[in-house]
């Protein structure tokens, strides 16, 4: 097995994987408390199509009732619900949970906002689905729960590792590498943090659809540099990588919106889901070097050579699953 065959191993990876798939959007369930025993509620899951969506409900203490009738909607392909709830001495040392949590594959983060402006952040899960509302919340707990929200938002974000895949076949030596993963890493930490602040505001579908065309754009770069004919992405990656990063923040922002960020902690929670990306980035990059380098010792031992030909596979591949969401993409517009 040579570099080409373990690539195509891998894109069948990304054609299987979404089949069974984490829900890399996470259900979000916000409490503001008006009053020392006063919340409005707000619930946001995941739409699977018009007029559906995933059966994930709240479960609150036993010393809350509501107090308004809730009201709900459809909006971006998400389920919103809005109400007021009121819980005898207030949600503190009370246990919130998530009916349904346990037998689906994504997660749900919960956000309390204290009337002192304080908040706490906790991220449920299949196997932790409920938790108990603290007296107070800190910034390391913060800091986890937007970390690992980021590894997972890159590792579920297909789209985003292919572009990754396609630089890692285009650029050829360790220094360019690391020079051209660097571009693209500073770029989308640039807009990632414009966006979330507010600072600069991109519509999200032309942004999804212009991500997966950069995709198209550097596979066929790949074809392209392969027939003697270098084009822009193999004389200049570290440019091309730069550019397209600017726009897959705009994609990370996206993600991070749908589930906010502390008031109280805005640094730290943009810090951290940026690290958890760039460690979900580091971990897929660190693995498809490493399956390479094994490929590569299996065909010397073997004597395993693949056609002249298996090298289009990977990059017509590659271009194929981004046209694909290129069209999917601008259809939704």
């Not at 479960?59 to 459809?74: I, N």
Request: aromatic fraction near 10%.
């Amino acid at each position: 097995m040579n570099r080409a065959l373990l690539i195509v191993h891998l894109l069948l990876a990304f054609v299987a994987t979404p089949a069974a798939a984490h829900e890399v959007r996470p259900g979000y369930l916000e409490f503001r408390q008006t009053a020392d025993d006063a919340y409005d509620v707000f619930w946001k899951v995941p739409g699977l199509g018009e007029n559906l969506r995933l059966g994930l409900y709240p479960e609150l203490p036993a010393t809350c009732r509501s107090v308004s009738e809730p009201r709900a909607a459809m909006v971006n392909g998400a389920f919103t619900e809005r109400w007021a709830i009121r819980c005898a001495g207030g949600l503190a040392q009370g246990r919130i949970g998530i009916k349904g949590l346990s037998v689906t594959m994504t997660d749900v983060l919960v956000r309390i906002e204290r009337l002192d402006g304080t908040a706490q952040v906790t991220r449920l899960t299949p196997s932790a689905a409920s938790f108990v509302v603290e007296a107070a919340s800190g910034a390391m707990q913060i800091a986890r729960t937007y970390l690992v929200l980021g590894m997972e938002h890159i590792l579920g974000g297909f789209d985003h590792l292919l572009f990754v895949l396609a630089l890692l076949i285009l650029v050829q030596g360790v220094r360019r590498l690391i020079v051209t993963v660097t571009a693209f890493t500073l770029a989308h930490s640039i807009t990632l943090a414009g966006a979330t602040l507010g600072f600069v505001h991109v519509p999200g579908p032309p942004v999804e659809a212009t991500i997966a065309l950069s995709i198209v754009f550097v596979a066929a770069e790949i074809v392209r540099g392969r027939e003697s004919q270098a084009g822009l992405t193999q004389r200049f990656p570290w440019l091309v990588a730069f550019v397209f990063g600017l726009l897959h923040g705009f994609g990370f922002a996206g993600a991070l919106s749908e589930v906010g960020l502390p008031q109280t902690a805005i640094p730290v929670a943009l810090l951290c889901f940026n690290v958890g990306v760039e460690i979900g980035q580091i971990l897929f990059i660190g693995c498809v070097i490493a399956s390479l380098a094994l490929a590569r010792r299996v065909a010397r031992r073997s004597g395993v050579q693949a056609p002249t030909w298996a090298w289009r596979v990977p990059p017509y591949a590659i271009g194929s699953f981004a046209m694909f969401w290129v069209i999917q993409r601008v259809a939704a517009f």
